[in-house]
Each structure stands twice: as C-alpha cells, then as structure tokens.
C-alpha cells in the first residue's frame, strides 16, 4: 500500500516564475491538505481539498492556488514566485477529520 | 539530508532515559491534538493524538498528557533509543479541517 507521494523531490525557480507541485494521495484516501514549511519552523496550512473543492484556506495570498482530480491527487500551485516562498511543501491525506498522512515534501528553493 | 530546524529549541537527552517534550497551544477551543515526528529529509511522522474530553493516552512507548486548563500538551517517550533523534511538533485543530503546529522541539538522544 503506497503512502502519500509528491514529486519532484527538490526544485529551484527563480523569482516571478510560476511552480507546480504534485501530490497522490494514499491509497483510499479522498482529502489532501498543503502545507508549507520554512526552515526552522513548523508546518503552516495552505489550504485543504475534498471533492475536487478548496474546503478550507490558511493565511496565504491568490498566489497560491490548488486543484483536486477525481482519482483524488493534488496539484499545488504557486505565481510570481518570491523568494521567501523558498520552503518545504508538504502534502498530507486523510479520509477521516483527523490522522494526516504527510509526504516526503517537494523542496522549493527560489534564487 | 536536509536539516529540519536548525534553530529550535533542543531537548538531549542519554539513552535509555525517558524523554520529556512540552507544547503550549493557543487555541481554547481546540479539541484535537496530534503530536509529530519529523526526521531530517522526510515529512512529519504521526505518533498520537488525543481529544479534549480525555487527560491521557498511551501508546507503544509514548503518553500523551493534555491539560487543557493552562493549554499546555506534553509527550513522553519512555526508554528513549537513537532512533527517536527528530523534531517533534505539536498540532491543534483548528475547525474542522485546518491543523496548527507548533515551533517544535528537536530531541537528541546521547549514547
């Protein structure tokens, strides 16, 4: 049973540049949560997806946006990138409220 | 791998002892509360969660105390072992969907 993927692994863009992350959710898994972490601190909630659906948004500008498939994978997006948005990008699943399952988490490094 | 929290608070401590880790939360009205590790290159790990209509709860090595009177949350790790070297965050509930971490602690274990 395959647990939650994202790819790629690392990545570097340079500022103004538009960033697409990819997240598959573990197998039975219908909720996928994006997370954002800079280096020395932890995670902060980006926004979450059910249905296809935003469900819920944190404290992040229009730059970021997202999408849901049917086969419930994810897809983070991010525009004019900034340099401080330089972080880890985590994706969690869920089926339930509660237990997250987190990725391995795409490294953004923006020069 | 990359190093997660280069400036977090840090707890050491010898192995075989047990290992204390706090976690003060902001939000009264929280009612779910996860603790997690996170190693070095990988995404957080989940260890256990508690409600708010419960003080304690065990798991394989680990007990989770909530004292929901002055916010505060702690995790003890019984008979700590090298492999519990990580940063451990706390996370709240905030709604029903969005989770807030903590600063997170970072544990090393002295052989």
């Known amino acids: 049973d395959a647990g939650v993927t994202q790819s790629p692994t690392h990545l570097i863009k340079t500022r103004g540049q538009q960033v697409t992350l990819r997240c598959s959710p573990k197998?039975?898994?219908?909720?996928v949560s994006w997370y954002q972490q800079a280096l020395g601190q932890g995670p902060q909630f980006i926004f979450q997806y059910y249905e296809e659906e935003e469900r819920q948004r944190g404290n992040f500008p229009d730059r970021f946006s997202g999408h849901q498939f049917p086969n419930y994978s994810s897809e983070l997006n991010v525009n004019a990138l900034l340099l401080g948005d330089s972080a880890l990008y985590l994706c969690?699943?869920?089926?339930?409220?509660?237990?997250?399952?987190f990725g391995p988490g795409t490294r953004l490094t923006v020069l | 791998g990359e190093s997660v929290g280069l400036h977090l608070p840090t707890l050491s401590v010898q192995e075989g002892d047990n290992s204390i880790i706090n976690c003060a939360y902001s939000?009264?009205?929280?009612?779910?509360f996860i603790w997690y590790k996170q190693e070095s290159g990988k995404g957080p790990q989940f260890i256990i969660d508690i409600r708010s209509n419960m003080d304690k709860r065990q798991g394989q090595r680990v007990t989770v105390l909530l004292n929901k009177t002055v916010k505060h949350l702690s995790l003890q790790i019984a008979a700590t072992q090298p492999g519990d070297s990580a940063v451990y965050f706390c996370a709240e509930n905030e709604g029903t969907y969005k989770y807030i971490f903590g600063t997170g602690t970072r544990l090393k274990v002295l052989a």
């Open positions: 939000n009264s009205a929280s009612d779910y």
């Open positions: 197998s039975g898994h219908d909720t």
């Open positions: 969690a699943s869920s089926l339930t409220q509660n237990e997250q399952f």
